[in-house]
């Protein structure tokens, strides 16, 4: 029964896990830390083929905990969006 237990233990978080998910929306797209720059800039690999320096915006910067390889959020910035962007 200790098996049985474990296991609904681990689905149950699975399930804690995925409701906190934030799908993109509009504009924003899925991207891949590469690599932290420094003073809340990253590096950000994003699913549309382009590569963006992106910042953590002030009213995140204490509540979004990122490291390399995690997956976020990107919203382009409406001039330069090829190049800039926000995590959210």
């Known amino acids: 029964m200790s098996k ?15 409701s906190r998910l934030h799908l993109p929306r509009g504009i924003q797209c899925f991207g891949i830390i590469e690599q932290r720059l420094g003073g809340s800039r990253m ?13 953590i915006p002030g009213r995140l910067t204490r509540k979004l905990w990122v ?3 995690d997956i976020v959020v990107v919203e382009p910035w409406e001039y330069g969006g090829d190049e800039k962007g926000d995590i959210i």
């Open 43 to 55: 590096r950000v690999k994003c699913l549309d083929g382009k590569t963006r320096i992106c910042r």
């Open 67 to 69: 490291r390399d390889n």
């Open 4 to 18: 049985k237990k474990e296991e609904m233990e681990r689905q149950e978080k699975m399930q804690m896990e995925i």
